[in-house]
C-alpha cells in the first residue's frame, strides 16, 4: 500500500544534541510537510516542500531546518533541541497543494 | 482572519448512536477546502473526508457525513451508528487558497459501550 513512514515512532535526545527525523512516502507526492503538535494542541505546520522548492513559515525557528534529497524522503533536523521542542512531529504529504494531505504515524521527540 | 473554530473540547456518545461533531470557519476566500482528521492516541492523523466549498452536495464516506451550511460557515461532522473503534481526537481543517491548511483545537469523542 501507498504510505508515509515516519522513523522511529519515539525519540529521545539529549538537551542541546543535535536529533534528525525522517520521513519517507511512497506516493510520489510534489508536496513534504513537517508539522509539529504539543500535547492537546492543533499540529503547527513548520515549513514544506514543493519538489524541492523550501517554503519555511514566519514563525519557524531557525533551531529547525530541513532537508529533500529527492521525491520520496524529507528530514527534520533539529540543531540544538530545548526542553520545549518536545512534542509529536508529524510529516504529511500531497500530491499539489490544493489537494489533501495524507499523515504519517508520527514520531514522539522527548528531550532529556 | 482565517480561523476554524470547533466549540465542543469533548463529546461522549453511546455505542451505535449517531453524533455530530461541530466546526465553525472564517475565511474570505472563494475558494477553499473543508477537512476532517481523526487522531487515535497512537498520534496518527487519519483523513476521513473532504468538502470543496463550491460542491453542491454534503460530502459521504461510509459511516461520516459533512453537513456543510456555506452560509453560516458551519461543515459539521456526523458520525452514525458510533463504534468503540471511534475513541479519539477529531480535528476540523480548512485549505486556504495557499493550500495551507489551518486547524481547530479538536473534539475529544469518547464512545461508551
Known amino acids: 500500500d501507498a504510505m508515509v513512514i515516519q522513523n522511529p515512532r519515539y525519540q529521545v535526545t539529549q538537551f542541546g544534541k543535535p536529533v534528525t527525523l525522517s520521513c519517507s512516502q511512497t506516493?510520489?507526492?510534489?508536496?513534504m510537510y513537517w508539522y509539529q503538535q504539543k500535547s492537546s494542541q492543533a499540529p503547527k505546520l513548520l515549513f514544506h516542500y514543493y519538489d524541492k522548492d523550501f517554503n519555511n513559515e514566519a514563525d519557524t525557528p531557525d533551531n529547525f531546518q530541513s532537508r529533500r534529497p529527492n521525491t520520496s524522503f524529507c528530514f527534520l533536523d533539529i540543531r540544538s533541541p530545548g526542553l520545549g521542542d518536545a512534542a509529536m512531529y508529524l510529516c504529511?504529504?500531497?500530491?499539489?497543494?490544493?489537494?489533501?494531505?495524507?499523515f504519517g504515524p508520527g514520531t514522539r521527540l522527548l528531550v532529556l | 482572519a482565517q480561523k476554524i473554530t470547533q466549540t465542543q473540547p469533548g463529546m461522549f456518545v453511546q455505542e451505535k448512536e449517531a453524533v455530530t461533531l461541530d466546526c465553525t470557519y472564517d475565511?474570505?476566500?472563494?475558494?477553499?477546502?473543508l477537512f476532517w482528521y481523526k487522531q487515535p492516541s497512537s498520534g496518527e492523523m487519519i483523513f476521513l473526508i473532504y468538502q470543496g466549498s463550491y460542491d453542491q452536495q454534503n460530502a459521504t464516506e461510509g459511516r461520516y457525513s459533512l453537513n456543510f451550511q456555506k452560509a453560516r460557515k458551519s461543515a459539521n461532522l456526523v458520525i452514525s451508528a458510533s463504534q468503540l473503534g471511534d475513541s479519539a481526537m477529531y480535528f476540523c481543517?480548512?485549505?486556504?487558497?495557499?493550500?495551507?491548511?489551518?486547524f481547530g483545537q479538536g473534539t475529544e469523542l469518547s464512545v461508551k459501550p
Open positions: 475565511t474570505s476566500d472563494p475558494s477553499y477546502g
Open positions: 504529511a504529504t500531497s500530491e499539489e497543494r490544493q489537494e489533501t494531505q495524507y
Open positions: 506516493l510520489n507526492h510534489n508536496v
Open positions: 481543517a480548512m485549505r486556504n487558497q495557499g493550500g495551507k491548511l489551518i
